[in-house]
């Protein structure tokens, strides 16, 4: 398949790297500019790392992947102090996807023990680290999004609870989700979506890929798009292989 590049390229800014990246989270970026450039769209990732000027105003699409509890703490006081051009970014339709760790910190705040991680409050969600065991393994869930099952892999101390305002990204077919117990997976606005699924996420769920690339380009062109079907046979397969091990 040809990997030419042609028209706007897609700018995908990859925040800290260097600190929430776990569990293959980066290949979320590398999915979703190779699937761009699949069908000759031209991608760019910006790495924007700590301490570096933040400035979404060419952004058509933003990763936060996961990290440790400490790595949250060393991020938090820059992504909060972005507060005000994350929410307009995400108003103006702007394309971001948060995984885990930078699910928490685009809630309201992560509570460790006493200590408490304020997080930027664009969701409507809360979290706190349970006494309970870290929340692990392989899981499904089924999504407004897309027609496949979404899959992925968990591994966090914190539960979140969705406030009112809050819509969950999907329901947990299998697996524990936000809390363990209510359901309820990730959340969404607009097109910013947090989750906790790691895997990396977008490879084994195309379509979630191209939801994120089609908002993208409909937000950078203001018409809609259809993007050209990709073959996902060993994407599709991966899916498959994951819902078969969860007998879903
Ligand atoms: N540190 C957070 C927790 O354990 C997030 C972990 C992650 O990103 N996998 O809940």
New binding site residues.
């Given amino acids: 398949m040809s990997e030419q590049s042609s028209g706007p390229a897609v700018r995908i800014a990859h925040l800290y790297p260097e600190l929430?990246n776990?569990?293959g989270d980066r290949g979320n970026v590398i999915c979703l500019k190779q699937r761009c450039l699949w069908r000759g769209i031209g991608a760019e990732v910006e790495e924007v790392r700590l301490g570096d000027p933040i400035d979404f105003s060419s952004t058509d699409i933003i990763f936060i992947?996961?990290?440790?509890?400490r790595e949250?703490e060393l991020v938090c006081g820059e992504l909060v102090a972005a507060r005000d051009q994350l929410f307009s970014y995400v108003e103006d339709g702007g394309v971001l996807l948060a995984?885990?760790?930078?699910y928490?910190l685009l809630g309201k705040g992560?509570l460790i023990g006493d200590e408490r991680v304020e997080g930027v409050g664009l969701l409507d969600a809360d979290?706190t680290?349970g006494e309970g065991p870290?929340l692990v393994g392989d899981v499904a869930i089924s999504s407004p999004l897309c027609e496949m099952p979404i899959v992925g892999y968990?591994?966090?101390?914190?539960r979140t609870t969705l406030g009112p305002d809050a819509v969950p990204l999907g329901t947990v077919l299998k697996g524990h989700g936000n809390d363990g117990v209510s359901g309820s997976e990730g959340a969404l606005r607009n097109h910013a979506i947090g989750t906790?699924l790691?895997g990396p996420l977008l490879p084994k769920n195309p379509q979630l890929a191209d939801w994120l690339i089609s908002r993208a380009l409909e937000r950078r062109t203001g018409k809609p798009v259809k993007l050209a079907p990709l073959p996902d046979e060993e994407e599709r397969a991966a899916n498959a292989a994951v819902r078969a091990h969860l007998g879903v």
């Fill in positions: 929430l776990l569990y992947g996961g990290g440790s509890d949250e995984v885990c760790g930078g928490q992560y979290t680290r870290r968990e591994n966090h101390a914190g906790y790691h």
